[in-house]
């Protein structure tokens, strides 16, 4: 029996129809409309592409976006002088730096000015410090968004055992906290992991996000698993996930395609983190 597939765009275009309503909602109450800048710093065309599509998201959703741009060859300081100004603008209830920066510029410490409550990627010491705590506080939008695709086929998370493959600040780790938060029993692989088809064919929940295509093959996927495929690999005969979709689909219970699961999902809890982020802000008034 075939797995199900979980339908990232469908449920993302949920989660915007209810930020939609939701910022209708805020700006009639209070007059105020939220606001998300984003910073590109260069050209790379990849970038340019993703911001687009976050700008052009916010228009549909009722905020307003405010599209930064910095040359290629900005310095460390005309970066942090443009983070700072939107953390003082009021108009602006989120910020968002586009990674990957140019070379020379060290992207960690250009995300740490950005204001935690603005921080809308959620990668900032604070609120990555504030998941850890299990403190309210603004999420990664791509683990969220996975979240959100468990919920959707009824995930049991209490007490399943649970295999991220991939450690990064961006997705790994704050993943594995999500899922911990769920109480969930997670395991977290990366290139040091030793025999890693065996340790996730133990998972009865496997999330993928390390950039190799099809990397999780038939052996590494325990029947019935969920496996939430968040690779974007693009190769010649288009974009590929990181788990063999055709496995995946005859040996799982549930599946994530690529394109179309994990990917609208992104944009959808950026627009949600700036939402919330506006509400904590007091913006949302009575």
């Given at each position: 029996?075939?797995?199900?597939?979980?339908?990232?765009?469908?449920?993302?275009?949920?989660?915007?129809?209810?930020?939609?309503?939701?910022?209708?909602?805020?700006?009639?109450?209070?007059?105020?409309?939220?606001?998300?800048?984003?910073?590109?710093v260069g050209e790379?065309?990849?970038?340019?592409v993703y911001v687009a599509g976050k700008q052009r998201a916010c228009g549909?959703?009722?905020?307003?976006?405010?599209?930064?741009?910095?040359?290629?060859?900005?310095s460390f300081e005309d970066v942090a002088r443009a983070l700072t100004e939107l953390n003082q603008d009021p108009a602006v209830s989120g910020v968002l730096l586009q990674l990957p920066l140019p070379a020379h510029l060290d992207g960690q410490a250009l995300t740490a000015?950005?204001?935690?409550?603005?921080?809308?990627?959620?990668?900032?010491?604070?609120?990555?410090?504030?998941?850890?705590?299990?403190?309210?506080?603004?999420?990664?939008?791509?683990?969220?968004?996975?979240?959100?695709?468990?919920?959707?086929?009824?995930?049991?998370?209490?007490?399943?055992?649970?295999?991220?493959?991939?450690?990064?600040?961006?997705?790994?780790?704050?993943?594995?906290?999500?899922?911990?938060?769920?109480n969930a029993t997670v395991t977290v692989c990366h290139s040091r992991t030793r025999d890693l088809a065996s340790v996730c064919a133990r998972a009865e929940v496997l999330i993928c996000a390390v950039g190799r295509p099809r990397l999780i093959t038939r052996e590494f996927i325990?029947?019935?698993?969920?496996?939430?495929?968040?690779?974007?690999?693009?190769?010649?005969?288009?974009?590929?996930?990181?788990?063999?979709?055709?496995?995946?689909?005859e040996i799982a219970s549930a599946v994530t395609p690529v394109p179309g699961g994990v990917g609208p999902m992104t944009i959808a809890f950026l627009l949600r983190n700036t939402l919330q982020a506006a509400r904590w802000q007091g913006k949302d008034y009575q």
């Open positions: 029996m075939a797995a199900q597939i979980i339908d990232g765009k469908a449920i993302a275009a949920r989660v915007r129809e209810e930020v939609a309503r939701e910022v209708a909602q805020l700006t009639e109450r209070t007059g105020y409309k939220p606001g998300l800048a984003t910073v590109l790379d065309p990849a970038s340019a549909e959703v009722g905020m307003t976006p405010f599209d930064v741009r910095l040359p290629g060859d900005a000015i950005i204001d935690p409550a603005k921080d809308v990627d959620g990668l900032t010491a604070i609120n990555a410090g504030k998941l850890c705590l299990g403190e309210e506080g603004l999420r990664p939008c791509t683990p969220a968004g996975v979240m959100e695709l468990l919920a959707s086929v009824d995930a049991q998370l209490q007490g399943a055992e649970a295999v991220v493959v991939g450690r990064s600040n961006l997705f790994g780790k704050p993943m594995a906290q999500l899922l911990l938060a769920a325990k029947p019935a698993a969920i496996v939430i495929d968040v690779g974007m690999n693009r190769l010649a005969e288009g974009l590929v996930g990181d788990v063999d979709f055709q496995a995946a689909n």
